[in-house]
């Protein structure tokens, strides 16, 4: 069964991005893709996807409005990292959340596990019993991080540490990187990969004008 998949993204150039990762998995087609929330009802209606997804940041509603309406399984793709919006995003009934900037690979782990869950969950002629509904749950999330980063070396990893906490301060990747006199996008990824294992917070920075970008800040133990 080839899984429906509807990308919901305001971004012409990053929904292009996003439909090349899913055409990359196995068992997965893009079968549209909306750039409001408002044309994200529409395509829903007409083209029945099996799974969204969405980003927060689109013109006129936000995505979790959205969410909030639906009731196709969605995964959340979005820059939004604060709290409040991802504990909201969950409550709406997002079935993962997947920060921005991520790689393929990122995106294809949370899609092969979507559609282990969905397999799980898609006979509809008989009823789930508590086994068959814990193993869903346990499905998707399995693999959410890789065991073994790709590209990432500890030595540069504890050198953008250390940059990050000597800095004393909150630092966007492109600070850090000139600070260290490395690539913006080698700060981003190890930085990213920092707060992902829980080792610096990442909350957004906003300016007078374009897209908010990441900020982080080194957690004293």
């Known amino acids: 069964m080839t899984i429906r998949v509807l990308i919901v993204e305001d971004d012409i150039r990053v929904a292009m991005v996003h439909a ?20 994200a009802r529409q395509k829903v209606a007409e ?7 969405l980003d927060n940041y689109l013109p006129g509603e936000s ?35 997947l920060v921005k900037p991520f790689d393929a690979e990122d995106l294809a782990e949370r899609l092969n596990a979507y559609s282990r869950y969905h397999a ?11 086994a068959d509904i814990d193993r869903a749950v346990r499905l998707l999330h399995e693999r959410d991080r890789r065991e073994t980063p790709k590209g990432r070396s500890a030595a540069t990893a504890r050198v953008v540490a250390n940059g990050l906490r000597d800095h004393g ?26 707060a992902q294992d829980g080792q610096v917070t990442m909350t957004l ?17």
């Open 169 to 194: 301060r909150p630092a966007s990747a492109a600070e850090i990187a000139a600070l260290l006199g490395i690539a913006r996008a080698t700060a981003q990824r190890y930085l990213t990969a920092l």
């Open 63 to 97: 995505g979790l409005l959205f969410l909030r309406d639906t009731t196709v399984d969605v995964i959340m793709l979005t820059a939004v990292s604060d709290v409040p919006t991802v504990r909201a995003a969950f409550a709406a009934g997002a079935l993962n959340y």
């Open 20 to 39: 090349d990762f899913v055409r990359r998995v196995s068992g997965f087609t893009v079968v549209g893709v909306a750039h409001t929330a408002a044309n």
């Open 120 to 130: 799980q969950l898609s006979s509809s002629d008989r009823t789930a019993t508590q």
């Open 47 to 53: 083209l029945s996807p099996d799974l969204v997804l």
């Open 205 to 221: 920075r906003y300016g007078t004008t374009g897209r908010p970008e990441h900020e982080y800040q080194w957690i004293e133990p």
